[in-house]
């Protein structure tokens, strides 16, 4: 039973098998106020991030080509969160119709879904929105902030023009009457489960994961950690535990997360992405007790990710409308890490073998 004695919700997470959804999926289960259902493609992550521990119902669900699973989920569901994209910057400029494909139509699927149902809706839009504007600009605000976005031919803005105009929609039928949502923006989450690990053969065709597990693969395997020009960018990094924390605090508050977006991150843990390497680069050497520092190896972003690619220099969140629901997070930086890159060395196999499959 719930807190308040009523019987648990029933959410349906829709692509909520990869980091994220595999966190909030564990995390709901722990609430006592909310049963999770997990539609994807696989249950890899999921498998391991329950380990045993509590239940989580699984359905099998390309929201792509499985209309009628969707649609079944969705019409019992209590409460729906669309988890569906393609997230890897390399993605967007490899393969950008492919991120149209299942970032925008299908989580249109999803949200025609929910407002035929009359199903509440927490959509996992993105700080990408935000586009490559930042320093004077930050932090950002989700309801004042520009989102400006560079030219047609770097493809690294494919992901966020996808999610702005899925955010645009969704408004959209907010005005109409026919939707009730809250707009999530994460703001680099990182922690268990997060993308995969190679298992360091060095393939020129092998995808490219963010860079927590960019930097975690290159330690783990003994080789030069890659700082994209320099790593200059700044960023706010948030622990998936405070993150799934900031999401049960809007999912229990409809009347006051209704209609509304919300920043969730940390500003408390801006780093650059060079500090950021020297501090996990410290981390691995005390926690593996490894001798022989590992090099930190700058790289252009071109040869990196390939052409088409840009970036904004600072992204950090205003976070009030969160913390106005009674959320803070807690985990500073270097603990998010110790904890993050702990959970990595822990389960290097498991995660090497079980997550490099993945297509998202």
Not at 15 to 23: K, L, P, R, W
Not at 122 to 133: D, I, L
Not at 236 to 256: Q, Y
Request: charged share 25%; glycine share 10%; aromatic share 8%.
């Amino acid at each position: 039973m719930a807190r308040d004695g009523a019987p648990p919700k029933q959410v349906v997470l829709v692509g909520g098998s990869g980091f994220v959804g595999s966190n909030l999926a564990y995390a709901l289960a722990q609430s006592g106020d909310f049963t999770p259902i997990v539609l994807d493609t696989n249950d890899e992550k999921l498998a391991l991030r329950f380990g045993g521990r509590g239940k989580c119902a699984f359905r099998r669900c390309d929201v792509l080509t499985d209309g009628a699973v969707l649609e079944a989920a969705i019409e019992e569901a209590d409460i729906v969160i669309n988890l569906v994209s393609h997230v890897l910057p390399k993605t967007f400029l490899d393969n950008p119709l492919g991120v149209i494909d299942v970032t925008l139509h299908g989580s249109m699927n999803v949200i025609n879904a929910a407002v035929r149902h009359k199903k509440r809706l927490m959509h996992f839009s993105t700080s990408e929105v935000y586009g490559k504007t930042g320093g004077s600009e930050a932090p950002f605000s989700e309801d004042h902030s520009d989102c400006t976005l560079g030219p047609i031919d770097n493809h690294r803005w494919i992901y966020s023009t996808s999610k702005q105009l899925l955010d645009r929609i969704i408004h959209a039928h907010g005005l109409a009457g026919d939707l009730e949502y809250a707009i999530v923006r994460p703001f680099n989450f990182v922690g268990p489960l997060m993308d995969w690990l190679d298992e360091g053969d060095g393939a020129e065709d092998a995808e490219v994961p963010r860079v927590f597990a960019s930097f975690m693969s290159a330690l783990l395997h003994e080789r030069a950690m890659q700082l994209v020009d320099g790593g200059k960018s700044r960023r706010c990094f948030t622990f998936i535990d405070d993150a799934t924390s900031a999401l049960i605090h809007i999912l229990r508050d409809p009347e006051g997360a209704r209609n509304q977006i919300f920043n969730i991150g940390n500003p408390g843990n801006e780093t650059t992405i060079a500090e950021l390497a020297e501090l996990m680069r410290g981390i691995y050497a005390q926690e593996a007790g490894t001798g022989r520092p590992i090099e930190i190896k700058d790289v252009p972003a071109e040869q990196f990710y390939g052409s088409g690619y840009e970036d904004c220099d600072r992204r950090m969140p205003d976070i009030g409308k969160i913390t106005a629901l009674g959320w803070q997070p807690q985990v500073d930086l270097q603990e998010t890490f110790e904890r993050s890159m702990r959970f990595c060395v822990d389960n290097a196999s498991a995660l090497g073998v079980a997550v490099s499959r993945e297509a998202v």
